[in-house]
């Protein structure tokens, strides 16, 4: 077709009034996607039988006749979903993207739920798997991470005789979940000298096996920072290479934005070299943590953040307030029924900083106008927060400053009321009705457990809740996030406070367009409407129309970014 012609019908398609929305209709698209639901999280039409991309962004959305008229040229790809459903790609609100360096290059022997390691001998065959899969020569150090010893049926744990069977050639490292130690195998202890003449430092564990002085495996503290900080660091090479490895986890599950949620220093000096050096697959968010602001800020001026570069992007600080309700050190206003972690009675969880810090800390952030997340499980901890930020946006209290209230799960009806007066956001943690709830029930009563992660209530007082999965804390898997908020069900089939259900469209929005809003991004990101990024996700499925149950099975079967498919699933 020549120039002439396109030009005439591109005017003759705007003397039609051709009724997609979106810019100049005579550009042609690069992709147009047809033959599927197209689900915009958009609700002025939720879904489209068409969409166009355009230089990565979204040139329009409508019907599939008009945007073919409008926008297929004789170079565009009509993408026939055949069914299946395209979304926008899911925005991760809260996780700890910089663990993905290590699950995709270390071995997961987490107990379940986080891991597989049921006991001794499925550790050994994660390992063995591991080495196999990758074809690991003799004698490279293979490291895992997550073990715990408490996990482990009968108490017996994991010994370098378990390991050195397998492992006659290969050393081996299997972490701790503490990361205050490790279980090495004998060529471990010979390459990082432990053996029976070691002596145990002050203030170290060397165990060893019974009525002799020859190490057993397990070695903490004092005695395992010596070699914490001789193991292997990545080169540059491998900086990258670990990157991409890890954001491809996130891309599998069809996320487009990650979180980086406690962010040191070092570890972010290392992300922006790696993306730098091309790990910049998807989107990555970095809050750094508290302890390291400063240092952060010293290198990173406070105009350079909230700005991509590379597709990193420095989003704002957090800060700790309290622990977990499962390890009972949230902290409450009332007691648990369970008592303390140590046997405490009349125990409410504590706070993990001095409130004077917390106040300081939050004053300096919004001083600087910088975005803020706050890590608070119970209503004291989250009263602490309220008061801080009564003292620092003191005369001004309803500004949108971009806080988010990470996880708010144990958060009162009237501290939400406080969250619609400053304008903060509760990023929630629906998963929890799954993997916590016999623990929430027996710590905190039935009343408390079933108001967890209270999404209907924040959405009808007029919020915008995200909902995450803490990752390492629960897997990747975005369909279960949403599974958990509309039905909310327990490992044991147990309904958790069913009138905090939402519908799955609303679960929806909490990991799309809500969460583009806690990053400030809803103008670019969150659905799917002409201009913005075409960051998109392939369902197999439309997870809005099967059976609320069947949710959990719903498959991401490809992840594009910005007009480019970045995973594909085999
Ligand atoms: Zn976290």
């Known amino acids: 077709m020549n120039g002439i012609l396109l030009a005439l019908l591109a005017a003759a398609s705007l003397a039609l009034g051709v009724g997609c929305s979106g810019p100049a209709p005579s550009v042609a698209a690069d992709t147009i996607y047809v033959g599927g639901d197209i689900v915009t999280v958009d609700d002025g039409q939720p879904v489209v039988e068409a969409l166009a991309v355009k230089d990565g962004r979204i040139l329009a959305v409508g019907p599939r006749k008009d945007l073919e008229r409008a926008h297929r040229g004789p170079a565009t790809t009509v993408v026939d979903l055949g069914g299946k459903a395209l979304l926008p790609g899911f925005i991760d609100p809260h996780s700890h993207y910089f663990s993905s360096l290590t699950v995709a290059n270390q071995v997961n022997v987490f107990a379940p739920p986080a891991g597989p390691a049921r006991n001794i001998p499925t550790i050994v065959t994660e390992l063995r798997k591991f080495r196999d899969e990758r074809k690991i020569p ?67 564990v060397i165990l060893r096996k019974p009525g002799s002085n020859e190490p057993a495996g397990l070695v903490m503290e004092m005695a395992y920072l010596p070699i914490f900080v001789s193991l292997p660091r990545p080169d540059a090479k491998q900086e990258v290479e670990w990157s991409r490895a890890g954001q491809m986890l996130y891309a599998a599950s069809g996320i487009t934005t990650a979180h980086e949620g406690a962010t040191h220093a070092l570890e972010l000096a290392l992300m922006q070299r790696a993306a730098a050096g091309g790990a910049d697959i998807i989107d990555v968010v970095a809050y750094p943590f508290f302890t390291d602001f400063d240092a952060v800020l010293a290198k990173n001026p406070v105009g350079t953040w909230g700005k991509y570069v590379n597709h990193l992007k420095l989003g704002g600080a957090k800060i700790t307030l309290d622990g977990s309700p499962q390890g009972r050190t949230a902290w409450f206003t009332t007691p648990y029924l369970t008592g303390g972690p140590g046997g405490e009675k009349d125990w409410r969880g504590e706070p993990v900083v001095p409130e004077e810090v917390v106040k300081a800390f939050v004053k300096k952030v919004y001083d600087l106008g910088l975005p803020l997340n706050v890590h608070a499980n119970g209503d004291a901890a989250i009263d602490e927060l309220l008061r801080a930020h009564e003292f620092a946006a003191a005369g001004d209290l309803s500004r949108q400053r971009h806080v988010t209230v990470i996880h708010s799960q144990f958060v009162r009806p009237d501290q939400l009321d406080k969250y619609v007066a400053y304008r903060m956001t509760p990023s929630f943690f629906t998963l929890h009705t799954y993997y916590f709830a016999d623990t929430h029930l027996r710590n905190r009563g039935r009343e408390q457990a079933f108001f967890e992660s209270p999404m209907r209530a924040a959405i009808d007082k007029g919020l915008h809740p995200t909902n995450h999965t803490d990752f390492v804390v629960a897997p990747l898997d975005q369909m279960f996030v949403l599974w958990s908020a509309v039905n909310r069900i327990s490992r044991d089939g147990v309904q958790i406070g069913p009138e905090q259900r939402v519908t799955p469209l609303e679960a929806l929005k909490a990991i799309t367009v809500y969460a583009a809003e806690q990053y400030g991004e809803e103008s670019s990101k969150g659905s799917l409407a002409p201009g913005k990024l075409a960051d998109l996700v392939i369902l197999d499925r439309n997870p809005l129309k099967v059976d609320p149950m069947a949710i959990r099975d719903v498959k991401v079967v490809e992840t594009i970014k910005e007009g480019r498919t970045v995973y594909r699933a085999k």
């Not at 050195?164 to 990082?192: C, R, T």
């Not at 029976?196 to 203030?203: D, I, K, L």
Request: aromatic share 6%.
């Open 138 to 204: 003799k004698g490279v150090l293979i490291q895992a991470y997550g073990y715990d010893p408490n996990a482990m049926p009968n108490g017996a744990g994991l010994t370098r005789d378990d390991l050195d069977l397998d492992f006659p050639d290969n050393p081996v490292i299997v972490g701790h979940v503490s990361m205050h130690g490790a279980v090495l195998n004998s060529a471990a202890m010979k390459q990082f000298g432990i053996s029976a003449a070691t002596e145990t430092p002050e203030g170290g």
